[in-house]
């Protein structure tokens, strides 16, 4: 485990952490491996019963690094670097509750609906870019999470969706005031780690296989092979990177 990723255990409850504060979360490859080794690591102790995942600084996640995507494209390279760890996240055995402290964009909220429960804060925010980007993003999880109709939308007009409204659209499973996240988080995670360990995790299996749609993750796979690389993709990304991260040194999603 790096610094750029820190880890709290207490009870059978691990806080991981994204610390690349200054990026805002930003993932790059660094992060990506090191978020996939540390949920490796968790999902390999059987006395970890539940992993909140949470960010430093004002965001959960910014999404893919921008400015090293964008290199990757101009290269010949694929640009889907965080993809591991999202695919990582989402299919972990270990329950998993994401605490987003501040907004989750682009792959930060491919990330927390990846998650099997959300608790944000006041601040928290959400937003999927996908379509403004030339690819699908939460095209194949939102669905199950807020209905149809509404990941349409959504994911369509790529707006942003405030804590409020995330809440009352059940995006998020509660929300806190900003300073009672991280608290509200391990309380949920620890009345989770009281259970029986193999009850939690059948449970878990039993209601993705009632709510996934296996045919919905491969098409969104197969879109965005077929998407991603194109000129359309890599023209809209790169005004994109030159809009939000103009000296290369933000890959702050909200625009």
């Known amino acids: 485990m790096t610094n750029i990723v820190s880890c709290d255990v207490d009870a059978g409850v691990a806080l991981v952490r994204m610390n690349r504060e200054e990026k805002h979360n930003a993932f ?41 995507a964008l290199a990757s494209f101009e290269s010949g390279g694929r640009g889907d670097g965080m993809a591991q760890a999202v695919v990582k996240v989402a299919t972990l055995k270990t329950p998993t509750i994401a605490a987003v402290n501040g907004y989750a964009f682009g792959g930060g909220a491919a990330l927390a609906i990846s998650c099997d429960i959300r608790i944000a804060s006041e601040r928290a925010s959400f937003r999927f870019p996908g379509a403004s980007y030339g690819l699908v993003v939460g095209g194949s999880q939102l669905p199950r999470i807020v209905g149809g109709p509404k ?68 098409l969104e796979i197969e879109a965005n092979r077929s998407l991603r690389g194109s000129s359309d993709h890599i023209s809209r990304f790169r005004e994109a990177t030159h809009r939000v991260a103009p000296n290369a040194g933000s890959e702050d999603e909200r625009t």
Not at 34 to 60: H, P, Q
Request: with cysteine.
């Open 28 to 68: 790059h490859r660094e992060l990506s491996l090191a978020v996939s080794d540390t949920m490796d690591n968790l999902e390999a102790d059987d006395e970890i019963r539940c992993i909140v995942l949470t960010g430093a600084g004002k965001a959960f996640s910014a999404g893919a690094d921008m400015t090293e």
């Open 151 to 218: 990941a349409k939308e959504l994911i369509l007009t790529a707006r942003v969706i405030d804590a409020e409204e995330a809440e009352r659209i059940g995006l998020v499973n509660q929300l806190v005031p900003h300073d009672q996240l991280e608290d509200a988080a391990w309380k949920m995670a620890r009345e989770i780690a009281k259970q029986s360990p193999a009850a939690v995790r059948w449970s878990k299996a039993v209601i993705d296989a009632a709510t996934t749609v296996e045919r919905g993750g491969a």
